[in-house]
Nanobody
Framework: QVQLVESGGGLVQPGGSLRLSCVASGSIFSINAMGWYRQAPGKERELVAMVPSGGRTNYADSVMGRFTISGDNAMNTVFLQMNSLKAEDTAVYYC??????????????WGQGTAVTVSS
């Protein structure tokens, strides 16, 4: 069983920065992709950024140039550095990873979410 735990959310003023972290624990053979999604009130969950192992990072147009995703496979951790935050970035942010367990089964795992509120 694999679990993801996010941290780093909170209240920040427009123009400010936050750094989200997500750590995976459990029976992990390898991590094939790491990413972040978000869900604003009344809206569907949307991709923020995704980094596949050895692949090209993908960002939503709305966060391009402001957010940076980075992963540390050795530490089973993914980060999301969020700069120049806007009110429209307010949402619950979810970490997700595609992992391979010791039986070589692929699993898509989600964290519980961390709330980010951008407001003055």
């Amino acid at each position: 069983q694999v679990q993801l735990v996010e941290s780093g959310g909170g209240l920040v003023q427009p123009g400010g920065s936050l750094r989200l972290s997500c750590v995976a624990s459990g029976s992990i053979f390898s991590i094939n992709a790491m990413g972040w999604y978000r869900q604003a009130p009344g809206k569907e969950r949307e991709l923020v950024a995704m980094v596949p192992s050895g692949g090209r990072t993908n960002y939503a147009d709305s966060v391009m140039g402001r957010f940076t995703i980075s992963g540390d496979n050795a530490m089973n951790t993914v980060f999301l550095q969020m700069n120049s935050l806007k009110a429209e970035d307010t949402a619950v942010y979810y970490c997700t990873m595609r992992v391979k367990d010791p039986t070589y089964r692929n699993l898509d795992v989600w964290g519980q979410g961390t709330a980010v509120t951008v407001s003055s």
